[in-house]
Each structure stands twice: as C-alpha cells, then as structure tokens.
C-alpha cells in the first residue's frame, strides 16, 4: 500500500499519521500542498489534522484550493482511497468529496479528551477490523466537530450505511452524534476523532489502530 500524507502549512498531525500507517506496513510518502501531483502509484491519500492556514476562512476552506486540492479530488473520484481525519475530514467536506459540513461545537468550546465511539458499520475499508456495535476509546482534538447536512443527505447516508462512527454519548452537537462518514463508494472516510493518536501501546491504547489495519487488508483483497 502506497500512502501520500498531505501537509499544509498548520498541519500538525501529519507526522503521527505517517508514522500510524508506516507501522501497519504502508509505505508512506510526505507531500508538501504546493505540490500539484500526488507520487506515482498512490494508493491512499491521508489528509492530516491540524489548523492548516490558521482555520481561515473556515476550517479546511484554503487548503481546498491548496495547489494539491486537485490530485485529491481527482484520486477519490476515480476511486482511490481517501481518510481525511479531524481537519482532514473539514478538507474532504470542503473538496466535495464527503456531504455535510463541520460547524463550531454546540458548547463552543475546544474539545481535547478521549471520547467512546460506537463503530456504526464494519462493512467499509477503514472499519472492517472493528464489529459494528463495538465501542471504541479514540482522542478528539476540535472547535470544529459539529457534523450538520440535509434531512435528505442524512436520509441517503443511513439507507447506505455510510455513518461509520458515532460519539456514544455525544459531545459536540453533531447531528445523530455523528463522527465519521463514508463516501457513496465508501473508499472515502472522514472523521473528527484521531485514531492515529490511538494507534500504539506508547499512546494508552490501540483501538485506533485497527482503522490502518482495515484499509492495508482491503488493499490486499482488491
Ligand atoms: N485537530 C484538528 O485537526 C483540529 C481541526 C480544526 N482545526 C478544529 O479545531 O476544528
């Protein structure tokens, strides 16, 4: 598995998602925003959390017109994978490339603490190592988390089984609690908790890692 991690100036997660997907065997690239092409033979895309261009205008809306901005949108619509965490997950909304929107925090405070976090479906590439029903402990890291769209868009995520995680209980007002969602092709994840900081022993747990381990697997079998 080819993996390009994404970094825009403010990104500050990057490195530990390098460093989560090196250790569940992917091969792992660094690319820089201003670059307009991703490396040759990509397989996955992770686009990393952090506070590129300082959270203006609004979260992820200047990197998504990042010289990159393209070669994603163009990776995820041909069908490459694509996990975009935290304000990764902001960018995807803003590329187009998830529905919805992340607004501010019901309580309109930063959130920074271990959250639970029910696995909705395991019938997806980033969670088929998880049962779903299964609760899960990830960090979030966010003043951004609050998942709105459409009654129509909601209605179309869950006909399709394309809520991949929910916060259980909810913490930031997002609609149906939702923290993750999938494309229609579901090679597209996006989700505020970070799993890369639950990725290791050294961290105080693992159940982030079985996210990297599902799309190496995935990988595998396609
Ligand atoms: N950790 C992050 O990626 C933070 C995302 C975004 N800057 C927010 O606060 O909502």
Redesign the pocket.
């Known amino acids: 598995m080819k993996a390009a991690v994404i970094t825009f100036p403010g990104s500050?997660?990057d490195r530990d998602l390098a460093v989560a997907l090196t250790q569940a065997g992917a091969q792992v690239t660094r690319v820089w925003h201003k670059d307009d092409a991703l490396p040759q033979g990509t397989d996955l895309v992770a686009v990393p959390?952090?506070?590129s261009f300082g959270?203006y205008l609004r979260?992820g809306a200047i990197a998504a017109h990042s010289p990159i901005a393209n070669a994603v949108r163009a990776h995820g619509a041909k069908g490459g994978y694509v996990l975009g965490?935290?304000?990764?997950f902001?960018v995807l909304t803003e590329l187009g490339l998830l529905p919805g929107a992340?607004m501010r925090n019901s309580g309109l405070k930063?959130i920074c603490r271990e959250v639970a976090l029910k696995v909705e479906t395991s019938a997806s590439p980033f969670t088929s190592a998880y049962q779903a029903g299964q609760v899960i402990r990830v960090p979030v890291?966010?003043?951004?988390?609050n998942y709105q769209i459409d009654a129509e868009g909601l209605a179309k995520l869950k006909d399709q089984d394309r809520i991949a995680f929910s916060y259980a209980p909810g913490i930031n007002g997002s609609v149906q609690d939702i923290a993750g969602v999938l494309s229609e092709n579901r090679r597209v994840l996006g989700m505020m908790p970070?799993p890369e900081r639950a990725a290791d022993a050294v961290h105080g747990g693992t159940d982030g890692a079985g996210l990297f381990a599902s799309v190496m697997q995935d990988l595998v079998t396609v």
Request: glycine letters at 20%; one cysteine or more.
């Open positions: 500050n997660c959390g952090g506070f959270d979260c965490i935290c304000n990764g902001q992340l930063f890291a966010h003043h951004d988390g970070h």
